[in-house]
């Protein structure tokens, strides 16, 4: 299973909602990312997890609020968004990070593309 | 990371080879150079990755130049399912997959 699933697949929520973006993988990958994708735009790092802790926030508002309770599960938290904030929400992982990784590639999932409103 | 250029676009035909360049001059020893392509609104999908030697998979083949500044992905028979985005990006120790622009890669019937 080389799978990385994303829930959900779309979603909209009001700027006073709170939400919750669910990213997991049964690879045993111990690096789990966040990326956010604009329109027409690459995907740009936001979040990166390694052995369930943060080790990069790429300075991202507090408004966004990633946690990742076990190996396999990544979330990210969304709370008080601007419609700025619209866009495609990318999860990857990697077997891991650091030095010994570099020869392994990241799987992605399919995203979650959010809409503030 | 080392900095990656890319043509913004390309087009191809479909059935012929698809050559995609990418320039990372200033790379470093311990980079390696990896290709992921994204079809309309979805993530990326990983192609194929290498350090100095030319590399084949079922995907593509990457020729990566001998002094490694440079490097070219080829899709041998270029089908209209490899509409995507392309992006080379350089990776070494510790480092993550930073995305630039890439090349809009249209094949045409």
């Known amino acids: 299973d080389t799978e990385v699933t994303q829930t959900p697949k779309h979603l909209v929520m009001g700027m006073t909602n709170k939400k919750s973006l669910k990213c997991e993988q049964h690879?045993?990958?111990?690096?789990m990312y966040w990326y956010k994708q604009k329109a027409k735009k690459p995907p740009e790092l936001m979040f990166v997890?390694?052995?369930?802790?943060?080790?990069i926030n790429e300075s991202v508002p507090s408004r966004f609020s990633p946690e990742c309770p076990n190996s396999s599960l990544l979330n990210l938290h969304l709370h008080a968004l601007q419609p700025e904030d619209s866009a495609l929400y990318l999860c990857a992982s990697r077997i891991g990070q650091g030095a010994s990784f570099r020869n392994t590639e990241a799987f992605f999932g399919q995203g979650t593309r959010l809409t503030v409103v | 990371d080392a900095k990656t250029t890319q043509p913004p676009s390309m087009d191809c035909a479909e059935g012929r080879a698809a050559n995609l360049p990418c320039n990372h001059s200033t790379i470093s020893g311990n980079e390696y150079v990896y290709w992921y392509r994204q079809i309309h609104s979805q993530g990326p999908q990983y192609i194929i990755h290498?350090?100095?030697n030319n590399e084949t998979n079922e995907m593509a083949s990457l020729i990566i130049t001998e002094d490694r500044k440079s490097s070219t992905l080829i899709l041998p028979h270029a089908t209209l399912r490899d509409t995507a985005v392309y992006y080379c990006i350089a990776v070494g120790f510790g480092q993550n997959f930073v995305f630039g622009p890439g090349t809009r890669l249209s094949v045409l019937p």
């Open positions: 290498g350090l100095k």
């Open positions: 690879m045993g990958h111990r690096a």
């Open positions: 997890y390694s052995y369930e802790k943060l080790s």
